[in-house]
């Protein structure tokens, strides 16, 4: 069975300070990965994805995620944060055996003046 | 183009009352998906349609839930009768392929429904 394991479910930092939201998945066959970022009230929208080739994805607002195929994960990095980047962020695997898409539990990042 | 509609926005209503939630996809889109977010399941996806035929809605939790896409512009989520373990926001998400693998999935805004 194929899952996705954020293994934060809240994350403080100072502004200005780098984060990293973890993500995991398990899966035994080619996967597509995706992060999304859901702001207060409002519905999820894409950060960045890997379909193939760079394993360095970057994306919007300054995000940028690494996959790394042999720990099975594909981390969300971000060097500086902002206050904006307060939010819940979903890091998400479709698998390439079926239509199948499945979404993590979710991070939320709250960035501290 | 104005992103995925829903309606209502906001819904409160009494436990055993039918409820009828609303999406509009984005003009073109292939694919279309309803999801329930709630804090303690997080983002589970309910069902979700192609080319406005359901594919897999092996997440409906129950009988009570059922949802139609009569046509490529409009789509529908029903609750009959409603429970107050039903309380989430529910959001539809469309996508501009028939192959959702590596598409982006554009969400709306949600609809919070409050099942008293």
């Known amino acids: 069975a194929q899952s996705v394991t954020q293994l934060d479910s809240q994350v403080p930092v100072f502004e200005e300070a780098p984060v990293e939201l973890r993500c995991n998945y398990s899966?035994?066959?080619?996967?597509?990965l995706f992060w999304y970022v859901q702001y207060p009230n409002q519905g999820l929208q894409l950060l960045l994805k890997?379909?193939?080739?760079?394993?360095l994805v970057k994306g919007i607002n300054g995000f940028e995620a690494e996959f790394n195929k042999s720990q099975t994960s594909f981390h969300l990095r971000k060097p500086s944060v902002h206050i904006s980047d307060t939010a819940e962020y979903f890091c998400?695997?479709?698998?390439?055996?079926?239509?199948?898409?499945?979404f993590g539990t979710g991070t939320s990042l709250t960035v501290i003046p | 183009d104005a992103g995925v509609i829903q309606s209502p926005r906001h819904e409160v209503t009494e436990m055993g009352q039918e409820v009828t939630l609303r999406c509009k996809p984005i003009?073109?889109?292939?694919?279309l998906f309803w999801y329930r977010q709630t804090m303690m399941r997080g983002l589970e996806l309910l069902i979700y349609f192609n080319n406005n035929v359901p594919i897999d809605d092996s997440g409906m939790p129950e009988d009570r839930f059922s949802a139609k896409m009569p046509n490529a512009s409009f789509s529908t989520l029903k609750i009959q009768p409603s429970e107050p373990r039903d309380s989430a926001v529910y959001f539809c998400a469309s996508s501009p392929s028939s192959t959702v693998l590596y598409n982006e999935q554009f969400f709306g805004p949600g609809t919070r429904l409050t099942v008293l």
């Open positions: 003009s073109g889109h292939n694919s």
């Open positions: 890997y379909l193939s080739g760079s394993t």
């Open positions: 998400a695997v479709s698998v390439n055996t079926g239509n199948q898409f499945y």
């Open positions: 899966s035994s066959v080619s996967v597509y």
